[in-house]
């Protein structure tokens, strides 16, 4: 009995932690219980990713203060970058290095916090080799197993995707750093996907792997990468083309689902209330035992709990793209017959120099802004809340 009014006790508190969080977040609640956001901007998405990058800041302060000291000296000030003299080099990460570190850190400079990815893994740091500074980063990882957009797109049937989703990959994390932000770096970054060195990594890596649920050598080839875009519509991937070769292009919006908008403090305590419950959900986590062990569970919980609706629809519905490496990407996926016609990949090199010329030579000359940027501004990045953010930006604008 006492353990039953416990567990009652601890529902009761659960369902008032969870609608002062949503409410804190500007959501309201549908006739039908659905959730419901008056607007659905940049700066809104902002907003609501904003308690998730607190508290992963707070969990890597330990590590910020160790190592952001020794690995500040690889970004750059505006008046070290000479746009005309870029030279791109990408350097793939292995964990336990500093440039692991370094990659780590460049991911808490951006105001929306990223994926940790699953599954099979490739992630490089982009060089500036005229000063040996950092532009950025990208990781490629395994795809989300149910994705509607992209499979209308491919032509794929359930059978189709279940044997050749193991040719593709998405990009988790994908971006540019100051002061190459400033100067559409991020462009030049997301056609860097698609280059032989990519691709010839992958075919080092996993061409030869074994399905881990099925045992198979799949005999992979990274055909196609997906991607999407953070703050809905994106201003990274659209009109993305280098020399009339489209580098990615847009599929569709994804279906606005998903569990971002429930802290890990409190997925948690979720998960523990399942548990105690006799709910087993909370402990299948492991790999093969469904596409997304963390939304069945905060589902299972949510039911749990007695809300009406599904609260997991968050709303903000984000851009698809697709990028083909082999121009018979989509019949190889399709049949899973052919070689990959990949005559016209280039190299890094070779698609930095025209990214230099088409984006970031031309934004230098228009938007010399990025010149006042100073790394020793670094640390305020990284620390800033997303109020402070907007108070920065606000007396900006005054």
């Known amino acids: 009995m006492t353990k039953l009014l416990e567990l009652n006790m601890r529902e009761a508190q659960l369902k008032r932690r969870l609608r002062r969080h949503l409410s804190s977040l500007g959501y309201t609640r549908s006739q039908n219980g659905n959730l419901f956001l008056q607007d659905v901007g940049k700066e809104t998405i902002r907003q609501l990713h904003a308690p998730q990058r607190a508290a992963i800041l707070k969990s890597q302060r330990e590590f910020i203060s160790a190592r952001l000291p020794a690995l500040q000296q690889y970004f750059a000030s505006g008046n070290q970058v000479d746009p005309a003299d870029i030279r791109v080099r990408v350097e793939r990460v292995d964990s336990g290095t500093w440039q692991g570190d370094l990659f780590r850190l460049a991911t808490l400079t951006w105001s929306v916090p990223v994926s940790n990815g699953f599954g099979r893994r490739l992630r490089y740091l982009v060089w500036d080799d005229s000063n040996e500074k950092l532009i950025g980063i990208f990781a490629i990882g395994d795809p989300v197993f149910n994705l509607s957009v992209r499979d209308n797109c491919i032509g794929w049937s359930g059978d189709d995707r279940a044997a050749r989703l193991v040719n593709l990959m998405d990009a988790y ?226």
């Not at 429930?262 to 299948?284: H, I, K, N, Q």
């Open 173 to 398: 994390v994908l971006g540019a750093v100051p002061p190459y932000n400033m100067l559409l770096g991020g462009k030049m970054i997301a056609c860097l996907i698609r280059s032989t060195d990519v691709y010839k990594d992958f075919q080092s890596h996993y061409g030869g792997s074994r399905g881990i649920i099925s045992g198979e050598q799949k005999g992979a080839r990274l055909l196609a990468v997906t991607t999407s875009s953070s703050m809905g519509r994106s201003s990274i991937y659209n009109r993305l083309k280098l020399d009339g070769v489209a580098y990615f292009r847009s599929v569709g919006f994804s279906g606005g689902w998903g569990h971002f908008h429930v802290p890990d403090s409190l997925f948690a305590d979720m998960r523990e209330y399942l548990r105690d419950s006799g709910d087993t959900s909370p402990d299948l986590h492991a790999f093969g035992q469904g596409p997304n062990w963390r939304i069945r569970t905060l589902r299972s919980a949510l039911k749990a709990l007695g809300f009406k609706g599904d609260l997991l629809k968050h709303g903000i519905q984000r851009e698809v793209f697709i990028s083909l490496l082999a121009d018979n990407a989509t019949r190889i996926l399709c049949t899973g017959k052919g070689r990959p016609d990949i005559k016209r990949l280039l190299s890094v090199d070779e698609i930095g120099a025209l990214a230099i010329e088409r984006w970031i030579g031309r934004r230098a000359v228009t938007r010399p802004e990025y010149l006042a940027w100073n790394s020793a501004q670094l640390p305020e990045l990284i620390n800033a809340s997303y109020r402070q953010r907007q108070a920065d930006i606000n007396i900006r604008a005054a």
